[in-house]
């Protein structure tokens, strides 16, 4: 049975850092893409980045060149780190998975979710 699990969520002033980690168990296969999500009380869920089995990665314009995403695959963990964390970041972030080839920011072809992690950015 596939599981995620996300941790690292927290408070932080603006212009911090966070890192979150996606755990993730019971695939049958190495080969899954990975997608960070957040969502904001009141709105829809958005994509902000995601990364594929073979290491490319893809950001959401609003944390391009703040936000890195990478993977460890020994470790089966998918990281997100977050940079310059603006008050409009918060959110609960969730990671999600599929075992397709590619990754995008659509929340509609990820099969498995966690749980989600908060990251509040307040001063």
């Known amino acids: 049975q596939v599981q995620l699990v996300e941790s690292g969520g927290d408070l932080v002033q603006p212009g911090g850092s966070l890192r979150l980690s996606c755990a993730a168990s019971?695939?049958?296969?190495?080969?899954?893409?990975i997608g960070w999500f957040r969502q904001a009380s009141g709105k829809e869920r958005e994509g902000v980045s995601c990364?594929?089995?073979?290491?490319?990665?893809y950001y959401a314009d609003s944390v391009k060149g703040r936000f890195t995403i990478s993977r460890d695959n020994a470790k089966n963990t998918v990281y997100l780190q977050m940079n310059s964390l603006k008050p409009e970041d918060t959110a609960v972030y969730y990671c999600?998975?599929?075992?397709?080839?590619?990754?995008?920011?659509?929340?509609?072809?990820?099969?498995?979710w966690g749980q989600g992690t908060q990251v509040t950015v307040s001063s």
């Open positions: 999600a998975a599929h075992s397709g080839r590619y990754c995008g920011l659509g929340r509609y072809e990820y099969d498995y």
């Open positions: 019971g695939f049958t296969t190495d080969h899954y893409a």
């Open positions: 990364i594929t089995s073979a290491g490319s990665t």
